[in-house]
């Protein structure tokens, strides 16, 4: 291999993994700003959750209104996740 051909080939290399850090830690940054979000869903999943899915399967809600955070293991799920992914981060710090 020519001498331009390997530094073109390692400046490839360079610059996709400068864009994969870069949206990785844009990842990270976003994730951790979720934070208040996160806490806003655990505390209806505490509430008012219950008495919203009891309505909806009781079908007092609008067919068409969206309704995904009232699936049985949904919520549920998204916040045991959260709280995986953010030990490990703890951990890794």
Request: hydrophobic share 30%.
């Amino acid at each position: 291999m020519k001498q331009t051909e390997r530094i073109s080939q390692m400046e490839s290399l360079f610059d996709k993994s400068n864009e994969v850090i870069r949206q990785l830690q844009q990842a990270v940054d976003d994730f951790y700003a979720l934070q208040p979000v996160i806490s806003k869903l655990e505390n209806y999943y505490k509430t008012d959750w219950h008495t919203d899915f009891e309505a909806d399967e009781e079908g007092k809600l609008p067919t068409e209104l969206k309704r995904g955070v009232l699936s049985e293991d949904g919520l549920w799920d998204l916040l045991e996740e959260y709280q995986r992914l953010k030990e490990c981060f703890e951990e890794s710090e």
